[in-house]
Nanobody, 128 residues
Framework: EVQLVESGGGLVQAGGSLRLSCAAP????????IGWFRQAPGKEREGIAC????????YYADSVKGRFTISSDNAKHPVYLQMNSLKPEDTAVYYC?????????????????????WGQGTQVTVSS
């Protein structure tokens, strides 16, 4: 069982930045797709970004494109989500997820059912 642990959430003013981290203690992302999802109060969970651990290719939802960046270090984890120019509508619980197979970043990049492992989530609150 792969355990994913998110960190880095918190309270920030609109226009500010946060960096979330997703770690997998004792596990290395080898042939995986790592994604970030979020769920705002009263809304469905949405995928916002994902990354292939094999070649570093990425995919972003339109809602965060140009503001958020997903990346990983040379050891392939942790995986980071750098969030800039934050808006109040970015307020949500942010989840890290991992899918078996780096091809997911191409085939079904932000499709929840494609992901096999999930973290517990970290709260991000953006004040206006």
């Amino acid at each position: 069982e792969v355990q994913l642990v998110e960190s880095g959430g918190g309270l920030v003013q609109a226009g500010g930045s946060l960096r979330l981290s997703c770690a997998a203690p004792g596990f290395t992302f080898d042939d995986h797709t790592i994604g970030w999802f979020r769920q705002a109060p009263g809304k469905e969970r949405e995928g916002i970004a994902c990354l292939s651990s094999s070649d570093g290719s990425t995919y972003y939802a339109d809602s965060v494109k140009g503001r958020f960046t997903i990346s990983s270090d040379n050891a392939k984890h942790p995986v980071y989500l750098q969030m800039n120019s934050l808006k109040p509508e970015d307020t949500a619980v942010y989840y890290c997820a991992a899918a078996e197979g780096s091809i997911v970043v191409v085939t079904t990049p932000l499709f929840e059912a494609a992901y096999d492992y999930w973290g517990q989530g970290t709260q991000v609150t953006v004040s206006s």
